[in-house]
């Protein structure tokens, strides 16, 4: 008699679905890009000063409340006395400022493209970078004047510097690969300056003119309070002549007002030009 013995198989467990832990996307962005976002700060800024000056901790003849400035700068308005100082000082810092980005970009172009230009261009640049601009205007006056041309000559220094450098770096860091790959394609040179060069440079370019825009601002604030009969800057000068604090606050505003608006502008603008570039900001 044969003993049978039977096995029992037993069938293996189906494979379980991947149990580990899903670790969650962790968001390293700054985030969506908020609604009037940088009114933020200059609305606070001007909600502690409405409060502090409510709260009488400041001194009105020193800080005067926000109110009271916005009352002064309405009254200086209507008898057009703002008005004609602000387009002076538009009408200087607008042909400073296009000399000035004409100035950096070629000069930045021939510097950037060319080992001659470089030798040439970039040691003096960066001499001139060294010196503080506004401890040319004695010599300025002596050279041009005192009238509008030192004036014009000195903002366009201010606004040329950061165009040049930042412009320079930028063609100076465009990948030696895309060169030889222009190089393969047999680009004529027009060609390459435009496929190759203007879209490695516009981020740099863009930078300095950011800081360009900002600077001929700053400069014309002095340059205002030297010889001049109209402008923003004569307007405060001659207000600190006669104690007016809140009319220094109404032209220390419009400048700031004028300096928000135009980097917001070059902002958009560089939105809209770099839109195929995808960066942290963006």
Excluded: C
């Amino acid at each position: 008699m044969t003993a049978v013995t039977t096995s029992t198989v037993t069938a293996a467990p189906a494979a379980a679905p991947d149990e580990r832990p899903r670790t969650r996307r962790r968001a390293l962005a700054p985030g969506r890009r908020l609604p009037a976002a940088r009114l933020a700060g200059p609305l606070l800024v001007l909600a502690l000063w409405a409060a502090a000056s409510a709260a009488g901790r400041l001194d009105p003849a020193a800080i005067p409340a926000p109110w009271t400035v916005l009352r002064t700068g309405v009254h200086l308005w209507t008898d057009g006395t703002l008005a004609g100082d602000i387009a002076t000082s538009l009408q200087r810092a607008g042909y400073g400022f296009a000399i000035g980005l004409t100035a950096g970009v070629v000069l930045a172009l021939a510097s950037g493209l060319s080992r001659t230009g470089e030798a040439l261009i970039d040691g003096t640049v960066q001499l001139n970078r060294a010196i503080p601009t506004l401890g040319l205007i004695p010599l300025f006056i002596l050279w041009l004047g005192i009238g509008e041309t030192f004036k014009i000559a000195i903002i366009a220094i201010v606004v040329y510097i950061p165009i040049y450098l930042n412009t320079h770096a930028a063609l100076a860091g465009i990948d030696h690969r895309f060169v030889e790959l222009a190089e393969v394609q047999g680009l004529s040179r027009a060609r390459f300056v435009r496929e190759v060069v203007v879209p490695g440079a516009l981020p740099g370019f863009f930078v300095g003119l950011r800081l360009g825009v900002t600077g001929s601002w700053l400069g014309l604030v002095v340059l205002e309070q030297i010889n001049a009969t109209s402008g923003l800057g004569y307007l405060m000068f001659q207000a600190t002549n006669y104690g007016q604090s809140d009319v220094i606050l109404v032209g220390l505003v419009v400048y700031g007002i004028f300096g928000l608006v135009s980097d917001s502008v070059v902002r958009l603008v560089e939105r809209r030009v770099l839109s195929w570039r995808r960066t942290l900001s963006s």
